[in-house]
Every structure is written in structure tokens, then in C-alpha cells.
């Protein structure tokens, strides 16, 4: 990690990061353990490298931009393991299928909800890969891109699970809960295109699970009762833009005198007709 930090070499950060992913999806429970504890309880964030720049030569300024995405979705990568109970991707800490989805189901909606965001949001961030220009073909970036590709394969598995989990609590979910689900779903759809060429393998499994993201969002769009309570609330909206107005009017006292104000804009036309009071000037 200290590497990682002091390195200004392009192809240096990039190894370093390989070493850390590595870990993350093979390394022992100790080691991985030390790379969860921070910076979650307030230590160094050793994958913060916003500002990392290696301007040596037009490749290494591309593949700067690589590290930088690259340390994001590993901090990305870490954060939702956290937020799973389990390290994501890793191949020492594989969950059995059925056992994950009795996990799910017992899940409250909240939490379902967190579960399936902090999902999203790794994925979105693997849509945001840089476009390779000048290291296309280079062997760090598709090193780099063979271990994304694995974890999407993980990543959209649990989202699938999640899905389908809430494909069965439809009728029980909220507004509230089905407007935030909508949303992830939505995000989730708006990566599709960009990460069509990540990974070639199980196409099968990732069309069905992108088939069963639009059925849920589609299904809670269409509902009755999310009509209504949308309905309702654009209804709320527009009584309380109304009130605002009808206060605002009641603030301003209007009345008739020889004192004037007049305004230039044509917005206000409807004001020049009024008067304002005169009140003695202070100097």
C-alpha cells in the first residue's frame, strides 16, 4: 500500500492495484480482513488516487486514468462487501446460492433496499471504465479488465437474487421503497449498453437478468397503487406551489396612493397599476 502511494509511475499503480484485487478474491481471511478495515474506521484510504497523474508519455496519461477508475472500484468493491456481509468476488468466502437467497429473504426491506444500491453502484461504476485509446491491448489493462469482468459475472448474480426477491414482495412494498427501487433499476438499465462487451461468457444468464430488471420496473411503474400515491403527490406538489404563492401575495400590501413603484420588466406589468406606501426617508 505505501507503494501504491508513493509510485508516480503509471504501470506501477496499476500492478499494485492487481496485487490488491487479488487479495480481495484470493487472498487469506487476514489479509482481506486488513483491507476491509480501512478507511471504514476512520484510517488511511490507501485506494484514494483522484489526483494521481503520470504525464511521461501519452500511454501513461491514459493509463493514469485506468488507476484512478481502478482504485475507485476496488474502494466501490469494499464497500459493498461490507454492506453484503461478505467479500464479493472472493473464492474464500463463496456463498452457496441457496444459502444466500434464505439470507435475502429474511432481509427487511431497508436493508433489501441498501443491499441492492450499493449493488448498483459498483456496477455503475465498472460502466465507467475509461475507453482505451492508445493502451488498447496493453497487458495491464486487460488484466485489469479480465478480473472486472469476473465480478460482474458475481455482481449481476446478486443483484438477480435481489431482484427476484423483490419480484415476490411487490404487493408489500411502500411508495417510498418503490420509488428508490425504480431508481436503482433505472441506473442499473443505463449501464446495459456500456457493459455489453465486458465479460462473453454466461450471455444467457446476464439477458435474463437484465430481462428480469425491466419486468420489476416496468411491473411497479404500471401499478395501481403507484399511480395513485404519484398522483397524489404531484397533486400535493402543485397545492403547496399554490399556497406559496397565495402567501407570498399576502406578504406584499397593496394599496392605492400616489406613490408608485413601477417596474421595467414585462413579468410585472400586472404590479404597476398598484401602490406601495411612502414611508419618511432616513437621512
Known amino acids: 500500500m505505501d507503494r501504491l502511494q508513493t509510485t508516480r509511475d503509471a504501470a506501477v499503480a496499476i500492478k499494485c492495484l492487481i496485487t490488491v484485487h487479488h487479495?480481495?478474491?484470493?487472498g487469506s481471511f487476514i489479509l482481506q480482513d486488513q483491507l476491509s478495515v480501512y478507511p471504514s474506521t476512520g484510517g488511511r484510504n490507501y485506494l484514494k488516487l483522484s489526483n494521481f497523474r503520470d504525464d511521461t508519455t501519452p500511454l501513461t496519461w491514459e493509463l493514469s486514468s485506468w488507476v484512478r477508475w481502478y482504485a475507485l472500484y476496488l474502494e466501490n468493491l469494499l464497500s459493498t462487501?461490507?454492506?453484503l456481509g461478505f467479500f464479493l468476488c472472493s473464492t474464500s468466502s463463496s456463498v452457496d446460492k441457496d444459502t444466500e437467497e434464505d439470507k435475502v429473504s429474511s432481509l427487511i426491506n431497508t436493508e433489501l433496499l441498501k443491499e441492492i444500491n450499493s449493488l448498483g453502484n459498483l456496477i455503475e461504476q465498472i460502466a465507467?471504465?475509461?475507453?482505451?485509446?492508445?493502451?488498447?491491448?496493453?497487458?495491464l489493462v486487460d488484466a485489469v479488465l479480465g478480473l472486472v469482468g469476473e465480478d460482474y459475472l458475481s455482481s449481476i448474480n446478486e443483484v438477480s437474487i435481489r431482484v427476484s426477491e423483490f419480484k415476490e414482495r411487490l404487493d408489500c412494498l411502500g411508495f417510498v421503497d418503490s420509488v428508490e427501487l425504480v431508481c436503482v433499476l433505472r441506473s442499473l438499465e443505463e449501464c446495459k449498453e456500456r457493459l455489453s462487451t465486458l465479460s462473453q461468457r454466461k450471455k444467457v444468464m446476464i439477458e435474463s437478468v437484465w430481462g428480469s430488471i425491466n419486468e420489476v420496473k416496468d411491473q411497479i411503474g404500471n401499478s395501481k397503487a403507484y399511480k395513485e400515491d404519484a398522483g397524489r403527490l404531484?397533486?400535493?406538489?402543485?397545492?403547496?406551489?399554490?399556497?406559496?404563492?397565495?402567501r407570498f401575495g399576502e406578504r406584499v400590501v397593496m394599496k392605492h396612493s400616489g406613490n408608485s413603484v413601477k417596474f421595467s420588466s414585462g413579468r410585472f406589468l400586472s404590479f404597476n397599476d398598484f401602490s406601495f406606501p411612502a414611508y419618511a426617508s432616513m437621512e
Do not use: F, Q, Y
Open 234 to 246: 404531484l397533486m400535493m406538489g402543485r397545492r403547496n406551489k399554490v399556497s406559496e404563492s397565495a
Open 128 to 139: 465507467k471504465k475509461p475507453d482505451s485509446l492508445n493502451s488498447n491491448g496493453n497487458v
Open 23 to 26: 487479495i480481495i478474491k484470493r
Open 81 to 83: 462487501s461490507r454492506i
